[in-house]
């Protein structure tokens, strides 16, 4: 009976096993593409990316929207405050998103407002 608790072959490389090469490649021994050194290979995140990828998903928004206009043609009447007109009702819900955006920026350009002048006041009180 042996003592070694993991078997007769613990210790002992695979039969086949070529352990890796500890030298320097030789530039004729792997392909061209592989010259590039490795952290050139990566793709880093631009801002150009970024703005491509936005008018991408853009675009496609614009083109549902305009699906969704074309489908949705039928005309109806609306009325605001005694005001009355007639749009094609795909063009009123968007008219109505629009306008709810709108809202939603200006609150949110108010609350940027607030955030910018407590930031100045606090650097103001920090550097004197």
């Known amino acids: 009976?042996?003592?070694?608790?993991?078997?007769?072959?613990?210790?002992?490389?695979?039969?086949g096993?070529?352990?890796?090469?500890?030298?320097?490649?030789?530039?004729?021994?792997?392909?061209?593409a592989d010259r590039t050194p490795?952290?050139?290979?990566?793709?880093?995140?631009?801002?150009?990316?970024?703005?491509w990828t936005s008018v991408i998903v853009g675009l496609l928004i614009l083109i549902v929207l305009l699906i969704f206009?074309?489908?949705?043609?039928?005309?109806?009447?609306?009325e605001f405050?005694?005001?009355?007109?007639?749009?094609?009702?795909g063009v009123a819900i968007l008219l109505a998103?629009?306008?709810?955006?709108?809202?939603?920026?200006l609150a949110g350009a108010a609350r940027l407002f607030q955030l910018r002048r407590a930031a100045k006041k606090n650097y103001r009180a920090a550097m004197r």
Not at 69 to 78: F, G, V
Not at 81 to 87: D, M, S, T
């Open 1 to 15: 009976m042996s003592t070694d608790p993991y078997g007769p072959s613990a210790g002992r490389e695979p039969q």
């Open 17 to 32: 096993y070529d352990p890796p090469n500890p030298g320097p490649p030789v530039p004729g021994d792997y392909p061209v």
């Open 38 to 51: 490795p952290d050139l290979k990566k793709v880093h995140f631009t801002r150009a990316a970024a703005l």
């Open 69 to 78: 206009i074309a489908q949705n043609t039928e005309s109806t009447t609306l």
């Open 81 to 89: 405050f005694g005001w009355q007109w007639n749009l094609p009702l």
């Open 97 to 105: 998103a629009v306008c709810g955006g709108l809202i939603a920026s």
